[in-house]
């Protein structure tokens, strides 16, 4: 059974960091291009980073770029999203998701984790 698991959303004044975790398990982790998104009420879920099986192959939304930092562990089966200068904009829910690299309609979600930026 294919988990992803995502953790380290909180509570966070503006300007400040949180790192985001995602814990995979039940698949072969190095196979798969990792992306992060997320969702602020009342808007759709948008790409916030992505990061291919290559670990340099790195891209961002263009309101995160220069703030956040995606990286993965495949020693570990996780993913990261090292996140600061926060904005209260940043507020939503984050969500991973594994997509196969040689078939994208293998693909995975986690549950997601709330990031709520305020003072």
């Known amino acids: 059974q294919v988990q992803l698991v995502e953790s380290g959303g909180g509570l966070v004044q503006p300007g400040g960091s949180l790192r985001l975790s995602c814990a995979a398990s039940?698949?072969?982790?190095?196979?798969?291009?990792l992306t992060w998104f997320r969702q602020a009420p009342g808007r759709e879920r948008e790409l916030v980073a992505h990061?291919?099986?290559?670990?340099?192959?790195?891209s961002y939304a263009a309101s995160v770029q220069g703030r956040f930092t995606i990286s993965r562990d495949n020693a570990r089966n996780t993913v990261y999203l090292q996140m600061s200068s926060l904005r209260p904009e940043d507020t939503a829910q984050y969500y991973c998701?594994?997509?196969?690299?040689?078939?994208?309609?293998?693909?995975?979600w986690g549950q997601g984790t709330q990031v709520t930026v305020s003072s």
């Open positions: 990061i291919g099986t290559a670990l340099d192959a790195t």
């Open positions: 039940g698949l072969s982790f190095s196979e798969y291009v």
């Open positions: 998701n594994a997509v196969h690299l040689l078939n994208n309609r293998i693909t995975y």
